[in-house]
């Protein structure tokens, strides 16, 4: 039964992942992933108290283990269900700063959740996908989306860490999405550009106008369109940016 | 007022054009361009008919005085109103084979529409675009969108005169974004990248599924889905492909 | 005979044009065109004083008369030689400006020297090129270079003529190379990105170091390197920047 | 003294790494890494026997501790030498297939040695490289080149793991380039696109002439190119593809 199929989000902060787990939520029912429980249990509540359904699970993404478990969890919760959409939004630490400064650890820890996370997710989330891609009564076909930020295609000095994280995981998307399109699998990379207007950016950019920062909920309502495509018209890639910004 | 906004869709033949017209029709009154009438005059009767309102202008966008025709058309019809949207879809003749056997005036033809056309319906339409970002009421950002294809991003032997002209408008789609969006108007490429299913490829990928090629309705309504973006989130640059596509 | 065969430069400026001119001349007989001849006569006097040899032609490569002419002369001149070498070095005028107020005129004008300038070029030294390919005593494979700028690959605001034509160029150079690399023609785009130290440029980056422009002598150079690569090592598209460019 | 920077080639097998040591041994004395012996000893005696100068180490460059080592032996070698020009042509396990059957270890492996190996080698050179920066009387400036493939800039299906690494090891390079140009040294990255003509590839494309395949000694030069380029002019990224290449 469509009306079985779920939705995950992982990577769930108070910004697009909470954004994407709310609109998602309107559909189907939901899994937030995140590795502190803080980043999602206000949410869950939220989502389960005004009608929708929601679980959170304490994930790791860049262990296997963790990812293991958290999966586990989902099939227990949602038995046979089919995922209809997962979102990967985590990204590891910010490893930025002059290259004879950073520290391999940091360097690594960027990668290991925004890209080897990104394929330990995927690898868990696609058998789910491709259940749903089977279901000929699922409204949409089965989506993952990764978000991307400017630095998935620019390389700028003092970003290597996080550089290399983005455009490994851009080049990952587009691997899945070469293998799993013909599967019935629609995978796209979001190139998110511009500062997303969450509490933590709330003193940058602060005499701008309103429309100089990215709105959460805008990101997720283009990641709903994405999902919303039909097997006829896949994208891929977008990008995002607000107005004022410049690129 | 917002309610007198219109849509323009240039370029309008039996695929993306036409599916555009109609999905914007539902929501603004269109005026339809194409060279050839008959490319547009049933569908202006379908519209009308169906309780949408669509006017017909035959234009060659490569030419200033027939784009200038064109829009004092416009502004007699709708008086004051701002445009809400317009689809720059115009192809000019699709100029490939061996290079030394490229006619240099099929080269300049699909140039002429592709590029110059481009820029000459731009120059009209931005005007009005920018009247419905200064009007508050306005339910969506003002959207010009150009259509692109696999040439504009991949240019292939034997493809010059095509892949030239196409490679240009992503640079004007991009330059005009640039400069227009600080002012409100949200300018978007679509880089369709595979067989758009219409009569004229009908006996194309013959023995493939329905899904090999992209639907024209899934174009217009990935469009539709552009437009309604805010102005806190402009994607700038859609890729399309059918999931059976190679790429 | 190998020793022949002889090289173009199309465009002859004080910059690049006349860069390559001086390099090329040191092994083989050269041709310089350019519009006015004040361009290229003191030029061709200094090489010929220097042991070199060298012809120019008034030239305006964006009417296929006119480059008629100028080959008709080169094989008057140099009566079955093959053509080694063939840079175009050609640029229209720079359009530029606010969209708005951009005259279409200039925006064709643009396109015209650097795109449609740039087919017929090609079409008339590409047989040249190809009896290069075909001399087994060739020292080094035929080679024809388009220059390209930072907006060959990013379209700025207000830069819409001057992109466009050189987006347009650098695909006409990747559809040429594909086509002719199998029959032996090393074809290259460079993607020239800062300031060319040329008597025009002179009071610009006034307080900066030498090395913040671009030396033409080293584009020069650099175009030579891709002059001698082998049939085994073709590189199709370089950048260039000096050490202190922002990019 | 500039006669005694020195050249490092990290990754010494029979194609590319052993061109570069030869080319570069040419101009200066060179240090060959490769994490087993067998892989530089019968250069490193080639090269001292023909005149040049050699040593190798055995060096993994995905650790740190490795890493140090090696350095630390160049160090006692070459006391307070500068380091003219450092290849970094080391690649990780090739690890592609189905996504579903990739396995982790073998992802991470792949990225170990092609990106995080890449950014621990530039840390150790780059201090030696800035060195050669400094030195009034260097011939040409330092130079940093980085090895990639084709799955630099494409991920197709089924090569995730091997073109995760490669667009993260692209990033890098640009990031390098961008913070070390300013200061003196040149960073370059080569899209290798195309087969290199080596023992292992012996039976890769046997039906074909002998310019499908690329040559090794060829790459070699145009990494000399690229290091002979002045301050004036830095080429950031080179594509290298043989004749009969299709891309």
New interface residues.
């Given amino acids: 039964m469509a009306s079985k199929a779920f939705a995950i989000v992982a990577g769930v902060g108070p910004g697009t992942g909470a954004a994407c787990a709310r609109r998602f939520a309107k559909a189907y029912p939901v899994v937030l992933m995140a590795r502190n429980p803080d980043n999602y249990e206000g949410l869950v509540q939220e989502i389960n108290k005004s009608g929708g359904k929601a679980i959170g699970i304490s994930t790791d993404v860049s262990s296997?283990e963790s990812v293991d478990a958290a999966f586990a969890k989902i099939k227990a919760e949602y038995k046979d269900a089919a995922c209809a959409a997962a979102v990967f939004n985590a990204s590891g630490r910010f490893a930025r700063g002059?290259?004879?400064e950073?520290k391999?650890e940091d360097?690594?820890g960027s990668?290991d959740v925004s890209?080897?996370g990104a394929?330990?997710f995927?690898?868990h989330a696609?058998?789910l996908l491709l259940k749903h891609a089977d279901d000929s009564s699922a409204k949409h076909?089965p989506t993952l989306i990764f978000t991307g930020a400017t630095?998935s295609v620019k390389?700028?000095?003092?970003?290597?860490g996080f550089?290399?994280?983005?455009?490994?995981?851009?080049?990952?998307?587009?691997?899945?999405a070469?293998?799993?399109?013909?599967k019935?699998v629609?995978v796209a990379h979001a190139v998110i550009d511009g500062v997303i207007?969450i509490p933590a950016t709330k003193n940058w950019l602060k005499d701008q106008p309103?429309?100089a920062?990215?709105?959460a909920d805008?990101?997720a309502?283009?990641y709903w369109?994405l999902h919303?495509?039909?097997?006829?018209?896949?994208?891929?890639?977008?990008?995002?940016?607000?107005?004022?910004?410049?690129?």
């Fill in positions: 296997v002059p290259l004879l950073m391999v360097f690594v990668w890209c080897k394929l330990i995927a690898q696609l058998p076909p630095a390389a700028n000095a003092q970003m290597s550089a290399c994280a983005k455009f490994a995981l851009r080049a990952l998307s587009t691997s899945i070469k293998e799993f399109a013909p019935g629609h207007d309103h429309e920062k990215i709105g805008d990101i309502e283009s369109n919303t495509q039909s097997k006829r018209c896949f994208t891929n890639e977008i990008d995002i940016r607000p107005m004022y910004e410049k690129w």
